[in-house]
């Protein structure tokens, strides 16, 4: 598994990007400065708690009525499946990756963006509140749907933290939530502040050092032999294809690479 090198440090301000999902806590970034951040993300309907982002990221599925008006279309972006498909394909397929917003926008952030830090806010994946599961109300908790590449929330986002570390990419969580799918480390948004880029590698060796490659390195060596991966990223089409067993075993794979860190 290649990592790139990491003492190699630039001397201009890094590149820290905000994705914003929609849990109830996605609220608390709306009295941030836009300055804290080169880029902002937002996942589906997240696009309505700051009218300062610069990408939206929407599933295919997505209503369209609840897309934004045409003045805000002119001063941002929007992207969907035929932009983020290629993206996730790019890091193994929806079948490794798991295919929930959250997961598949972090992907299109890194492989498009290149962030130094992508920085998550409104992502845990927690539906503990039943009056309101999401900061607009009451919403749909995909990623607890009953989906072949969504077993293991937690091993999906070790991959996500691994695989983002590889295209020299930090993942943070601002949640101060008490629970979590994210295995990300965790900042206070106050300490955004304070990261230099050699802070920032300084983060990354401390995380690759607690980190077993050796587990990682096995993991996509099962990904690569199995070959549950389907370009045009309609998984759900190969379903008899696809072994769920090993994927429970690639999932665990994932989940001992990190454990070491979350333990720590």
């Not at 926008?105 to 130094?116: E, F, G, L, R, V």
């Not at 199995?226 to 794979?253: K, Q, R, S, T, V």
């Amino acid at each position: 598994m290649t990592i790139p090198p990491i003492e190699t440090v630039r001397d201009d301000a890094p590149r820290i990007l905000l994705l914003l999902g929609s849990a109830p806590d996605a609220v608390r970034c709306e009295p941030w400065p836009k300055q804290a951040f080169s880029r902002i993300v937002a996942i589906n309907n997240a696009w309505r708690v700051r009218p300062d982002w610069d990408f939206l990221v929407h599933a295919g599925d997505f209503p369209s009525d609840r897309l934004p008006h045409d003045a805000t279309l002119r001063q941002a972006r929007i992207f969907s499946a035929t932009q983020y498909v290629p993206a996730q394909n790019a890091f193994g397929g929806f079948v490794y990756a798991g295919a929930t917003m959250a997961l598949t926008a972090a992907y299109w952030t890194i492989h498009s963006q290149k962030p130094d830090v992508l920085a998550f806010l409104g992502c845990d994946m927690i539906y503990d509140r039943p009056d309101k599961t999401h900061f607009y109300g009451i919403g749909r908790p995909d990623p607890l749907r009953d989906d072949v590449t969504l077993r293991n929330l937690e091993a999906k986002s070790a991959r996500l933290l691994v695989q983002a570390l590889k295209h020299g990419c930090l993942c943070i969580n601002l949640s101060d939530l008490p629970r979590s799918r994210l295995v990300f480390p965790r900042l206070a948004f106050d300490e955004l502040g304070s990261l230099s880029l050699t802070r920032i590698a300084d983060m990354k060796a401390d995380i690759l050092g607690n980190i077993r490659l050796d587990k990682a390195e096995k993991a996509e060596e099962i990904e690569r032999d199995l070959g549950y991966f389907y370009e045009d990223g309609m998984y759900w089409n190969h379903l008899d294809e696809i072994d769920e067993m090993f994927l429970a075993d690639i999932d665990g794979l994932w989940m001992s690479a990190v454990e070491k860190r979350r333990a720590g």
